[in-house]
T-cell receptor, first 113, second 113 residues
Framework: KAGVTQTPRYLIKTRGQQVTLSCSPI?????VSWYQQTPGQGLQFLFE???????NKGNFPGRFSGRQFSNSRSEMNVSTLELGDSALYLC????????????FGAGSRLTVL | GENVEQHPSTLSVQEGDSAVIKCTYS??????FPWYKQELGKRPQLIID?????GEKKDQRIAVTLNKTAKHFSLHITETQPEDSAVYFC????????????FGAGTRLAVHP
C-alpha cells in the first residue's frame, strides 16, 4: 500500500512569488491535513480537508490556501512568498478507521530567497 | 489559546537507561494524544498514541501515561538503544477536531552506546 506522496520534495523560490505543493493521500484516505514545520515554531497546523471541503483551519494568513480534489489529492498554495515561509511543509492523511491518526508524507522543503 | 508544552528539549542517556518525556496541554476538550518520532531528514512517524478514556498504554519498550485531571501525559522508553536517537514530538487533538493536532516543541533524544 503506497504511503502519502508529496511533490515536489525540494523547491527554491524568491520573495513575492507563489508556490503550489501537492499531496496524494494513502488510497482510501479521504482526510488530508497540512502542517508547517520550522526550527523556531515547530509543527503548526495549516488546514484539513475532507471530501473536497475545508473542515478546519489554523492561524495562518490568507496567503496560505488549499483545496482538495474528488480523488482526495490535495494542493496547498502560498502566494506572495516571504522569507519566513521557508519551511518543511508536511501533508498527512487519515483513514476512516483512525480518527486523528495521521500518517505523514516526506514533506516539501521550500526555501524562499 | 491551544498550547502543548514539552520537556525537556534535549535528553541524553546511556544505552540501556530509561528516558522520560513529559507534556502538558491546555485544552480540556483534547481527547487524543499521539507521540511521533522524527529521525534526521525523515518524516514524523507515529510510535504510540492514547485516548482520553485510557490512563496508560504500552507497546514493547515504550509506554504512555495520561493524567486528564492534571492535563499531563508522558512518554517512557525503557532499555534505550542508539536507534532510539531522534526528535520526539507529543501532540494533543485541537479545537474543532477533524484531525487537527497541536504539537509540542519536540525533545531531541540522544542515546550513547
Amino acid at each position: 500500500k503506497a504511503g502519502v506522496t508529496q511533490t515536489p520534495r525540494y523547491l527554491i523560490k524568491t520573495r513575492g512569488q507563489q508556490v503550489t505543493l501537492s499531496c496524494s493521500p494513502i488510497s482510501g484516505h479521504r482526510s488530508v491535513s497540512w502542517y508547517q514545520q520550522t526550527p523556531g515554531q515547530g509543527l503548526q497546523f495549516l488546514f484539513e480537508y475532507f471530501s473536497e471541503t475545508q473542515r478546519n483551519k489554523g492561524n495562518f494568513p490568507g496567503r496560505f490556501s488549499g483545496r482538495q480534489f474528488s480523488n482526495s489529492r490535495s494542493e496547498m498554495n502560498v502566494s506572495t512568498l516571504e522569507l519566513g515561509d521557508s519551511a518543511l511543509y508536511l501533508c498527512a492523511s487519515t483513514g476512516p478507521s483512525g480518527a486523528n491518526v495521521l500518517t505523514f508524507g516526506a514533506g516539501s522543503r521550500l526555501t524562499v530567497l | 489559546g491551544e498550547n502543548v508544552e514539552q520537556h525537556p528539549s534535549t535528553l541524553s542517556v546511556q544505552e540501556g537507561d530509561s528516558a522520560v518525556i513529559k507534556c502538558t496541554y491546555s485544552d480540556s476538550a483534547s481527547n487524543y494524544f499521539p507521540w511521533y518520532k522524527q529521525e534526521l531528514g525523515k518524516r514524523p512517524q507515529l510510535i504510540i498514541d492514547i485516548r482520553s478514556n485510557v490512563g496508560e498504554k504500552k507497546d514493547q519498550r515504550i509506554a504512555v501515561t495520561l493524567n486528564k485531571t492534571a492535563k499531563h501525559f508522558s512518554l517512557h522508553i525503557t532499555e534505550t538503544q542508539p536507534e532510539d536517537s531522534a526528535v520526539y514530538f507529543c501532540a494533543a487533538s485541537g479545537t474543532g477536531g477533524y484531525n487537527k493536532l497541536i504539537f509540542g516543541a519536540g525533545t531531541r533524544l540522544a542515546v550513547h552506546p
